[in-house]
Nanobody
C-alpha cells in the first residue's frame, strides 16, 4: 500500500531554513513524479513545486523559485523540500503527493494530478 509521510516542519524565524522530508513506503518513489503543496488557513491548497520521474527535473512556483529546492534520495526512498530565506507568507501545512506518470512536470501542477497524498506537516514562520 502506498504511503507518504511528511516530517520536518516546525517554527522558524523569517530568513531561516527548514528541510521537509517525504518518506515513501509501499512503492519505489523514483518512478513517481512527486509534488509539494501547501495550504494556509482559509486558502486553497497551492503548488510549491515538483520533481519528475523521468529525469529528476524540477519545477517551482514563482513564489518559491530561487528559495526552495526539491530533491530525492533514492536509497532512502525519500523526497526532500529544502526551504531557505523563509518568509511569514510561507506559513502553511505542507504536503507531498505522488503520481506514477511520465507526463512533463509542467503539466503536473494541479492538486487533481496526484493520487497519493501525505498527511501534511506544519511550517510556521515568525516575522
Amino acid at each position: 500500500q502506498v504511503h507518504l509521510v511528511e516530517s520536518g516542519g516546525g517554527l522558524v524565524q523569517a530568513g531561516g531554513s527548514l528541510r521537509l522530508s517525504c518518506a515513501a513506503s509501499g512503492f519505489t518513489s523514483k518512478y513517481y513524479t512527486i509534488g509539494w503543496y501547501r495550504q494556509a488557513p482559509g486558502k486553497e491548497r497551492e503548488d510549491v513545486g515538483c520533481i519528475s520521474s523521468n529525469d529528476d527535473s524540477t519545477y517551482y512556483a514563482d513564489s518559491v523559485k530561487g528559495r526552495f529546492t526539491i530533491y530525492r534520495d533514492n536509497d532512502l526512498n525519500t523526497l526532500y523540500l529544502l526551504m531557505n530565506s523563509l518568509k511569514a507568507e510561507d506559513t502553511a501545512v505542507y504536503y507531498c503527493a505522488g503520481e506514477r506518470t511520465s507526463r512533463p512536470i509542467s503539466t503536473m501542477v494541479r492538486v487533481g494530478d496526484y493520487t497519493y497524498w501525505g498527511q501534511g506537516t506544519q511550517v510556521t514562520v515568525s516575522s
